[in-house]
């Protein structure tokens, strides 16, 4: 089973100065990771939504055309 929070990978080399200290912290690299698949589900989720405000435009459209018609329309 996977743990639910992620392990926190971190070292620090003690003895070198701060300027250049070995780092490795894996956390910047999941927030990154983590923010850019967010991205990319947020574009998607965009592109989906534009195309069903197309369809709908499309709908409403084509609705109007159908009333306004000689006729109009007849209930089933």
Same mark, same amino acid.
């Given at each position: 089973? +996977?743990?639910? /929070? =992620?392990?926190? !990978?971190?070292?620090? @080399?003690? #003895?070198?100065?701060?300027?250049? &200290? %070995?780092?490795? @912290?894996?956390?910047?690299? /999941?927030? %990154?990771?983590?923010? /850019?698949? +967010?991205?990319?589900? *947020? %574009?998607? %989720?965009? &592109? !989906?939504?534009? &195309?069903?405000? =197309?369809?709908? =435009?499309?709908?409403?459209?084509?609705?109007? #055309? *159908? !009333?306004? &018609?000689? $006729? $109009? !329309?007849?209930?089933?």
């Amino acid at each position: 089973m +996977r743990p639910i /929070q =992620s392990i926190d !990978l971190t070292y620090y @080399d003690v #003895k070198a100065p701060k300027a250049n &200290a %070995e780092v490795y @912290d894996f956390r910047i690299r /999941q927030t %990154e990771n983590r923010r /850019q698949r +967010r991205i990319r589900d *947020l %574009e998607h %989720e965009n &592109a !989906l939504l534009t &195309a069903v405000l =197309s369809e709908t =435009s499309d709908e409403i459209a084509r609705l109007r #055309k *159908l !009333l306004t &018609a000689p $006729g $109009g !329309l007849r209930p089933i």
